[in-house]
């Protein structure tokens, strides 16, 4: 989790704010097929997806591990704890993954096979960046109780849980 996080909350009307950036990005831009917002420990915040076969579970779970594991393999190759992963990208002949943090929490856009990375990119982290600013915005309402709001706790074993879960789902 980027600058040493370890928890933090997102009210129903951010949740939803955040779910209407991930639904502009799908429908707005025709190189996206979806988008997946997750917390830390891999817990399904919002989707949109034009493709209704994607497990968005199991990508929000797969998320958070391959944003942590790029997180630790920034930390070998520079020495230093401090540095996060920026973006993971991934690439096949059939689709385009990108994932990078949004605030604390992960977002994952899947471009279509013959989108250009680049622009998936690019509109991944401009929603990136409006997710951020919605979640920074809500955690300046002052009017906001513990009732209404979602709270995430990053805890690595329920990450890794997670993941196992949604593998061993695919498999089945």
Do not use: W
Not at 16 to 22: G, M, T, V
Not at 92 to 101: D, F
Request: charged share 20%; glycine share 6%.
């Amino acid at each position: 989790m980027p600058h040493g996080e370890t928890s933090f909350a997102i009210s129903e009307q951010g949740k939803l704010k955040a779910n209407q950036a991930l639904e502009t990005l799908v429908r707005d831009f025709d190189c996206v097929v979806a988008a997946i917002l997750a917390s830390p420990d891999g817990l399904l915040v919002a989707h949109h997806s034009l493709d209704h076969e994607i497990e968005a579970d199991a990508v929000a779970a797969m998320s958070a591990s391959i944003i942590s594991l790029g997180d630790a393999l920034t930390a070998q190759a520079t020495h230093d704890e401090n540095h996060v992963s920026k973006t993971v990208l991934s690439e096949t002949e059939h689709i385009s993954i990108v994932t990078l943090y949004a605030g604390p929490l992960i977002l994952t856009t899947i471009g279509k096979a013959h989108a250009n990375m680049g622009t998936v990119l690019s509109r991944t982290r401009h929603t990136a960046e409006e997710i951020a600013g919605i979640i920074d915005t809500d955690h300046g309402d002052a009017t906001a109780t513990k009732e209404t709001l979602a709270s995430f706790q990053f805890d690595p074993d329920v990450l890794l849980a997670r993941v196992l879960g949604a593998t061993k789902g695919k498999k089945e």
